[in-house]
């Protein structure tokens, strides 16, 4: 079994940066990729970015694109989602995900955490 487990969100101001840990315990080994999703009320979830275990690979949604990035450092078993540029419109409450396979479904999720960006 894996947990992931998202650090507190918190309040910026538009055009602010803010960056999320996501720490990952118990058989960790066994993590393939490590993604970000986000949430609105009543909207469906939406991915944001994901890396691979080795680091080599990273996508990124085209709405965060040029604003966010996602790294990890495995000896902390932590992934990071480094937000920059935030809109209101990254008002969310933000997931950290993990799968064990390249084209599986992301098999494990943390409780999420709310990023509120103001103007």
């Known amino acids: 079994q894996v947990q992931v487990v998202e650090s507190e969100g918190g309040f910026v101001q538009a055009g602010g940066s803010l960056r999320l840990p996501c720490v990952a315990s118990g058989r960790t080994s066994s993590i393939h990729t490590t993604g970000w999703f986000r949430q609105a009320p009543g909207a469906e979830r939406e991915f944001v970015a994901d890396i691979t275990w080795s680091g080599q690979f990273t996508h990124n949604a085209d709405s965060v694109k040029g604003r966010f990035t996602i790294s990890r450092d495995n000896a902390k078993g932590t992934v990071y989602l480094q937000m920059s540029g935030l809109k209101l419109e990254d008002t969310d409450v933000y997931y950290c995900?993990?799968?064990?396979?390249?084209?599986?479904?992301?098999?494990?999720w943390g409780k999420g955490t709310q990023v509120t960006v103001s103007s």
């Open positions: 995900a993990a799968k064990e396979y390249r084209y599986s479904a992301y098999k494990y």
